[in-house]
Antibody
Framework: QVQLVQSGSELKKPGASVKVSCKAS????????MNWVRQVPGQGLEWMGW???????PTYAQGFTGRFVFSSDSVNTTYLQITSLKAEDTAVYYC?????????WGQGTLVIVSS | DIVMTQSPDSLAVSLGERATINCKSS????????????LAWYQQKPGQPPKLLTY???TRESGVPDRFSGSGSGTDFTLTISSLQTEDVAVYYC?????????FGQGTKLEVK
C-alpha cells in the first residue's frame, strides 16, 4: 500500500541543523509532488511548501525561506533540512503526498530545539 | 492568501447525534472550468497524522465511513458526521488547494458530550 515513513525524533541545540527524511513506498516517487507541513505542539497545521520530485524544484511558503531546504533523491526519499535551528522551530514536521489534496501523510517527525 | 475560517472552534455532541463543522474561505475556491471545489477535510486524532476524509468538497475517500459527508460550494463548506461514534473524537481541519499557499482552517475540536 502507499506509505510514507519518516525518520525519528530529533533533539537539537539552537544553531544546529537537522535533516528529516520521508521514504515513499507503494508508488513511484516522481509521479507526485511532496508537501511539507509543520505543526507546533498544541496548534494547527501550517503548509511549508512542496517539492517537484521529478525536477527537484522546491517551492517555499512565506515564512519558510532561507533556513528551510527541500530535496529529493528522485528514487524514493524526500528530505527537509532546517539550518540555524531556533527554539521556535520545535514542532512536528509531516510530509504528505500531493494529489492536489494531501494523501497519505507520513507519521510525523518531532524536532525539539533546546539548549 | 486565502484564509480558511472554521466554526465552531470546539464542539461537544452526544453519541449517535449529528455533528456539523463549518468552513468558510475568504475567496471562491470553485474552479469554473471543471466545476470542482478545491476543498478537503482531514481528521487528526491525538498523536497521529491527519487523515484525509473528503476532497473536491464532497467526495469521500475510500474506506471512510459513510457517516462522514462533505458539502458546500464557492466559499461555504460543511463537514457532517451523521451519527457520532466514540472513535470520531478528533480535531478536524479544512484545507483549500485551489491556490498556493494551500491554507488550512484553524481546526475544530470534536468531543463527546
Amino acid at each position: 500500500q502507499v506509505q510514507l515513513v519518516q525518520s525519528g525524533s530529533e533533539l537539537k541545540k539552537p544553531g544546529a541543523s537537522v535533516k528529516v527524511s520521508c521514504k515513499a513506498s507503494g508508488y513511484t516517487l516522481t509521479d507526485y509532488a511532496m508537501n511539507w507541513v509543520r505543526q507546533v505542539p498544541g496548534q494547527g497545521l501550517e503548509w511549508m511548501g512542496w517539492i517537484n520530485t521529478k525536477s527537484g524544484n522546491p517551492t517555499y511558503a512565506q515564512g519558510f525561506t532561507g533556513r528551510f531546504v527541500f530535496s529529493s533523491d528522485s528514487v524514493n526519499t524526500t528530505y527537509l533540512q532546517i539550518t540555524s535551528l531556533k527554539a521556535e522551530d520545535t514542532a512536528v514536521y509531516y510530509c504528505a503526498r500531493d494529489r492536489g489534496y494531501f494523501d497519505p501523510w507520513g507519521q510525523g517527525t518531532l524536532v525539539i530545539v533546546s539548549s | 492568501d486565502i484564509v480558511m475560517t472554521q466554526s465552531p472552534d470546539s464542539l461537544a455532541v452526544s453519541l449517535g447525534e449529528r455533528a456539523t463543522i463549518n468552513c468558510k474561505s475568504s475567496q471562491n475556491i470553485l474552479y469554473s472550468s471543471n466545476n470542482k471545489n478545491y476543498l478537503a477535510w482531514y481528521q487528526q486524532k491525538p498523536g497521529q497524522p491527519p487523515k484525509l476524509l473528503t476532497y473536491w468538497s464532497s467526495t469521500r475517500e475510500s474506506g471512510v465511513p459513510d457517516r462522514f459527508s462533505g458539502s458546500g460550494s464557492g466559499t461555504d463548506f460543511t463537514l457532517t458526521i451523521s451519527s457520532l461514534q466514540t472513535e470520531d473524537v478528533a480535531v478536524y481541519y479544512c484545507q483549500q488547494y485551489y491556490t498556493s499557499p494551500h491554507t488550512f482552517g484553524q481546526g475544530t475540536k470534536l468531543e463527546v458530550k
